[in-house]
C-alpha cells in the first residue's frame, strides 16, 4: 500500500537525519557519518521486513537466540580480555565475539525453533497436536495441489512435516528441462508456501533424512516409523508399501472418490452429449466430476445440454459409469 511506502520513506529520512547529527556531535567525520546512518537505517528496515514476513514464533526463536549470544559472548570476552597480552585490544574482542554468538546462535534457534520448548513458555501453540499424530508430505501430494483445499476446509489438522529430501526433489523437478516437470515442480513449492499461511495446521520443516537408502519412497516409510506419523499421498505405490510396513496412508484420491456425489437409479441429472457412444444412437457425456453418462438415443443431442434420467450405476476399477435415457417432456 502507498501509505506503508510513505511511512517508511518518511522514518528512514528521519534516522538518517538524526543519526548522521549524533555522528557529527561525537567526532565523526561527515563522510562516515552519513555512511554510518544509512547503513544502520538499512540494518533496522531488515529487521522489520524480516518481522514482517515471519510468523511470531520464528521472530521469537531468533531474538531468544541473539539474547543468548550476547550474554554467552560477552561471558566468554570478559574472560579472554583476562589475558595480558589481549587486555589492548578488549573493545575488538567483544565485538568480534558477539558477531560470532549472534551470527551461530541465531541461526540455531531459528532452524531448529520448532524443536525449543522454551518458546511454548511465551507462545501458545497454535494447534493442539496431542489428540492428532503427525502427517508428512510426499512430493506428489504437494505436486497435485488439493491437498491445500482440505488444509483450508479445516479437515486438515496437526503438526504436517516435510522433509528437507522431498524439497530437494520438488527443486530438482522445478529445476528441469522439461517444461511439463518444470511447472508440476513449481506448483508444489507454491501449494507448500501458501499452506505456511494457513493457522489450521503447523508446517514444519525437518532435517531428518536416512542417507544410506536412496529410494524417496522408503526414506518417507522411515521417517513415518521414527516419527509414528501418517503419509499423505496420491502414490498409489507408495501407499501399497506403506501398507506392507503397517503405515497409516492417507490418500487425497481415494478422499476425492469416497466425496463424489451419490448417482442413484431414478435420480435427474443434466449433462451435455460431447461425442457418439459404442453404438450408433447412443450418445456420451460427463459430469463436473468426470463421471461418464451414457445416454440412451442422445446422439440426436449432440453438443447440447440435457435433463436426463439415470437408469443404472456400473461402478468399475477405472471409475463409475452412469447409465440414463433423456427426459421426456
Not at 528521519?14 to 538499512?42: D, H, Q
Not at 549470544?69 to 573493545?91: D, E, H, K, N, Q
Not at 530438482?172 to 522439461?178: H, T
Not at 446422439?299 to 421426456?328: H, W
Request: hydrophobic share 45%; net charge positive.
Amino acid at each position: 500500500m502507498r501509505w506503508v511506502a510513505f511511512y517508511r520513506l518518511f522514518f528512514f529520512i528521519l534516522m538518517v537525519f538524526f543519526i548522521r547529527y549524533a555522528g557529527l556531535k561525537s567526532g565523526f567525520t561527515n563522510e562516515v557519518s552519513t555512511l554510518g546512518a544509512v547503513v544502520i537505517s538499512l540494518v533496522v528496515f531488515s529487521i522489520e521486513y524480516f518481522i514482517s514476513t515471519r510468523r511470531s514464533r520464528d521472530v521469537l526463536a531468533f531474538y531468544v537466540g541473539i539474547a543468548l549470544a550476547v550474554i554467552i559472548s560477552s561471558i566468554l570476552a570478559f574472560i579472554i580480555t583476562l589475558l595480558p597480552f589481549m587486555r589492548p585490544a578488549s573493545f575488538w574482542v567483544y565485538v568480534a565475539m558477539n558477531l560470532i554468538g549472534i551470527y551461530i546462535f541465531g541461526s540455531f534457534t531459528y532452524h531448529k525453533r520448532h524443536e525449543l520448548r522454551i518458546l511454548n513458555l511465551f507462545l501458545r501453540p497454535r494447534v493442539t497436536t496431542a489428540s492428532c499424530s503427525s502427517k508428512i508430505l510426499d512430493t506428489s501430494v504437494l505436486i497435485d495441489g488439493r491437498i491445500l483445499g482440505v488444509a483450508k476446509s479445516g479437515f486438515l489438522e496437526g503438526e504436517v512435516l516435510v522433509p528437507r529430501f522431498i524439497l530437494k526433489e520438488l527443486q530438482r523437478i522445478a529445476d528441469s528441462k522439461d517444461h511439463v516437470r518444470r511447472t508440476r515442480g513449481r506448483r508444489g513449492m507454491d501449494v507448500l508456501k501458501e499452506m505456511q499461511k494457513l493457522d489450521s495446521i503447523s508446517i514444519h520443516i525437518i532435517s531428518d533424512d536416512f542417507p544410506r537408502i536412496k529410494e524417496v519412497d522408503l526414506k518417507l516409510i522411515e521417517l513415518a516409523k521414527a516419527k509414528k506419523a501418517k503419509i499423505i499421498t496420491t502414490d498409489y505405490n507408495l501407499k501399497k508399501i506403506a501398507d506392507i510396513h503397517g503405515i497409516k496412508v492417507l490418500n487425497v484420491n481415494e478422499l476425492t472418490f469416497l466425496l463424489k456425489p451419490v448417482i442413484m437409479a431414478g435420480d435427474e441429472i443434466k449433462v451435455k452429449v460431447v461425442k457418439q457412444g459404442k453404438e450408433e444412437t447412443q450418445g456420451v457425456g460427463y459430469l463436473d466430476d468426470g463421471t461418464m453418462v451414457v445416454v440412451e438415443n442422445g446422439y440426436q443431442f449432440m453438443g447440447r445440454d440435457i435433463n436426463c434420467i439415470v437408469v443404472s450405476v456400473l461402478q468399475t476399477e477405472a471409475g463409475r459409469m452412469v447409465f440414463a435415457r433423456p427426459k421426456q417432456s
